[in-house]
Protein backbone atom coordinates (compact mmCIF):
# COMPACT_ATOMS: atom_id res chain seq x y z
CA UNK A 1 0.00 0.00 0.00
CA UNK A 2 2.96 2.23 0.99
CA UNK A 3 4.54 1.85 -2.34
CA UNK A 4 1.03 2.38 -4.18
CA UNK A 5 0.75 5.48 -2.41
CA UNK A 6 4.44 6.75 -3.70
CA UNK A 7 3.75 5.73 -6.88
CA UNK A 8 0.38 7.70 -7.12
CA UNK A 9 1.76 10.80 -5.75
CA UNK A 10 4.11 10.80 -8.10
CA UNK A 11 2.58 9.95 -11.13
CA UNK A 12 -0.08 13.10 -10.23
CA UNK A 13 2.82 15.65 -10.31
CA UNK A 14 4.15 14.00 -13.65
CA UNK A 15 0.79 14.42 -14.74
CA UNK A 16 0.35 17.92 -14.08
CA UNK A 17 3.81 19.06 -15.82
CA UNK A 18 2.45 17.66 -18.95
CA UNK A 19 -0.37 19.71 -18.73
CA UNK A 20 1.49 23.15 -19.38
CA UNK A 21 3.75 21.12 -21.94
CA UNK A 22 0.92 20.27 -23.90
CA UNK A 23 -0.79 23.52 -23.46
CA UNK A 24 2.44 24.88 -24.87
CA UNK A 25 2.21 23.62 -27.87
CA UNK A 26 -1.26 24.65 -29.34
CA UNK A 27 -1.07 27.75 -27.95
CA UNK A 28 1.60 31.11 -27.09
CA UNK A 29 -0.49 32.14 -23.68
CA UNK A 30 1.42 29.51 -22.19
CA UNK A 31 5.38 30.42 -22.12
CA UNK A 32 7.04 27.92 -20.08
CA UNK A 33 11.24 28.19 -19.88
CA UNK A 34 13.16 24.86 -18.42
CA UNK A 35 13.36 26.68 -15.77
CA UNK A 36 10.03 26.48 -14.50
CA UNK A 37 9.18 22.85 -15.34
CA UNK A 38 12.26 22.50 -13.17
CA UNK A 39 11.20 24.63 -10.55
CA UNK A 40 7.53 23.59 -10.63
CA UNK A 41 8.50 20.21 -10.82
CA UNK A 42 10.88 20.56 -7.42
CA UNK A 43 8.00 21.96 -5.93
CA UNK A 44 5.51 19.24 -6.66
CA UNK A 45 7.61 16.77 -6.21
CA UNK A 46 9.47 18.02 -2.76
CA UNK A 47 5.52 18.18 -1.43
CA UNK A 48 4.25 15.15 -2.66
CA UNK A 49 7.10 13.08 -0.89
CA UNK A 50 6.23 15.35 1.93
CA UNK A 51 3.21 14.51 2.16
CA UNK A 52 3.93 10.91 1.88
CA UNK A 53 6.80 11.22 4.62
CA UNK A 54 4.03 12.60 7.10
CA UNK A 55 1.50 9.92 5.81
CA UNK A 56 4.55 7.50 6.86
CA UNK A 57 5.78 8.85 10.09
CA UNK A 58 2.76 10.34 12.10
CA UNK A 59 0.13 7.94 13.02
CA UNK A 60 -2.44 10.30 15.14
CA UNK A 61 -5.01 11.53 12.95
CA UNK A 62 -4.98 14.95 14.68
CA UNK A 63 -0.97 16.14 13.87
CA UNK A 64 -1.32 13.82 10.59
CA UNK A 65 -3.89 16.60 9.29
CA UNK A 66 -1.94 19.40 10.80
CA UNK A 67 1.25 18.46 9.31
CA UNK A 68 -0.37 17.78 5.61
CA UNK A 69 -2.21 21.32 6.22
CA UNK A 70 1.05 22.99 6.78
CA UNK A 71 2.65 21.39 3.94
CA UNK A 72 -0.10 22.28 1.39
CA UNK A 73 -0.22 26.16 3.01
CA UNK A 74 3.42 26.35 2.35
CA UNK A 75 3.21 24.77 -1.57
CA UNK A 76 0.66 27.17 -2.16
CA UNK A 77 2.27 30.11 -0.64
CA UNK A 78 5.24 29.03 -2.69
CA UNK A 79 3.30 28.68 -5.81
CA UNK A 80 1.58 32.10 -5.08
CA UNK A 81 4.70 34.03 -5.03
CA UNK A 82 6.47 32.25 -8.13
CA UNK A 83 3.26 32.53 -9.91
CA UNK A 84 2.39 36.39 -9.80
CA UNK A 85 4.80 37.86 -7.13
CA UNK A 86 2.58 38.20 -3.84
CA UNK A 87 5.03 38.94 -1.12
CA UNK A 88 6.94 40.85 -4.01
CA UNK A 89 10.21 38.95 -2.65
CA UNK A 90 13.93 38.58 -5.02
CA UNK A 91 12.44 34.84 -4.55
CA UNK A 92 9.75 35.38 -7.25
CA UNK A 93 11.75 37.96 -9.40
CA UNK A 94 10.20 40.96 -8.52
Known sequence: MRNKRLLIIL????ILLIV???AMQFTD?????????ISMGALLFGT????EFVCR??????YRMLYLGIALLVFLLIWAEL????????FAGS
Open 11 to 14: SLAS
Open 20 to 22: PFV
Open 83 to 90: AVGVFRSP
Open 48 to 51: GLSV
Open 57 to 62: KVSSIK
Open 29 to 37: EVNWRIADF
